[in-house]
């Protein structure tokens, strides 16, 4: 009995003192992102995020390691791979994060740019190496295994239509525009089904599919990155959705870096409980407006934002829009 005590404590530690702290920080990044937006500097706005991160970070009550940062210790300043954060007065956790997903939507003040991270018991999330991950997400509400990578997209999307009860044809695939998707996205139109193609963001697009009646994307198709694969699912994970991914270690360098992370299986299909298990945290704060989030505003009675924030273990997605009235804080001129 003692030992379940310690657990349930645990947990709503994690629960109170973390969701609200999880909004600040990418509260912080997200408006330090858009100071920059539009500005043509990716560079910038990405720095500017990730400073103002690692600051916010610095006061959070856990004990946290980055496992999906912004690099290697020899690639980046600050929130590299394996990098200490957080009080050092909470529990253990892992933290996968993106300061600015989508910086060069910031740079050219396009939607769908925010900043994220989730967070978990230590141990609960992928390691993933900063390689290419092919991925197949849905959201919620439909039978386990609707949606399976070793599947054709034309099996998958009629599998997906079937499940919701409706034509392939009322179906919407989100897929990133890219030269390396051209057969994906004949196949898909081959099956008719529509697609919206963006030009980066993949963790937005994949959210996207958790509300499809709300932004219109059914089904997540194709490569994007590994490190931007765990975070998806981190939010998968807290909404109930379905998602499975592969690393593309087809080259010397990104299989060494598999082997330093300690992946053995090159081949492995990773399903949603692979990338994100546990108690899992995740918080995501629009930078500029999207179908998923509305963009940071800076007005003459202070700066709003929105975020979304969600946990797994209660099921319990949070939209928060904020009104700050106190600037300083985000270190504004």
């Not at 973390?18 to 912080?28: A, D, G, H, S, Y």
């Not at 870096?257 to 300690?262: K, W, Y």
């Amino acid at each position: 009995m003692a030992d379940d005590r310690v657990v349930i404590d645990a947990v709503d530690v994690i629960d109170r003192a973390l969701t609200i702290e999880l909004v600040r920080v990418t509260e912080r990044a997200a408006v330090a992102a858009a100071r920059l937006r539009g500005r043509g500097d990716e560079r910038a706005a990405d720095e500017a995020a990730v400073s103002a991160m690692r600051r916010e970070l610095d006061r959070l009550p856990v004990s946290g390691t980055v496992v999906i940062g912004e690099g290697e210790s020899d690639e980046a300043p600050l929130l590299w791979i394996g990098e200490q954060v957080g009080t050092r007065q909470g529990p253990r956790v892992d933290i996968a994060l993106d300061p600015l997903e989508g910086a060069t939507l910031c740079a050219k003040a396009q939607p769908n740019a925010i900043a994220v991270l989730a967070l978990a018991e230590a141990g609960s999330l992928l390691k993933a190496p900063n390689v290419y991950m092919d991925k197949i997400a849905i959201g919620p509400g439909y039978p386990p295994g609707t949606v399976r990578l070793d599947r054709s997209p034309a099996d998958n999307l009629a599998s997906l239509a079937a499940a919701k009860g409706v034509e392939v044809s009322q179906l919407t695939a989100c897929i990133l525009d890219r030269p390396r998707h051209l057969r994906l996205i004949d196949a898909v139109r081959a099956a008719g089904a529509a697609i919206r193609l963006i030009t980066d963001g993949d963790v937005a697009g994949v959210i996207h599919t958790t509300d499809p009646e709300e932004t219109g994307i059914d089904i997540y198709l194709g490569v994007g990155g590994a490190p931007e694969g765990v975070l998806a699912a981190a939010a998968l994970r807290c909404t109930g959705g379905q998602m499975q991914a592969r690393l593309l270690l087809d080259q010397p360098d990104s299989r060494r870096l598999a082997a330093e992370v300690g992946i053995a299986d090159f081949s492995k299909i990773y399903d949603l409980n692979d990338m994100a298990r546990g108690d899992v945290l995740f918080a995501a704060t629009g930078v500029t407006d999207g179908g998923l989030l509305s963009g940071v505003r800076f007005g003459r009675r202070g700066v709003t934002t929105e975020t979304l924030v969600m946990r797994s273990s209660t099921g319990t997605t949070r939209r928060i829009r904020a009104e700050h009235a106190q600037t300083e804080k985000f270190h504004l001129d």
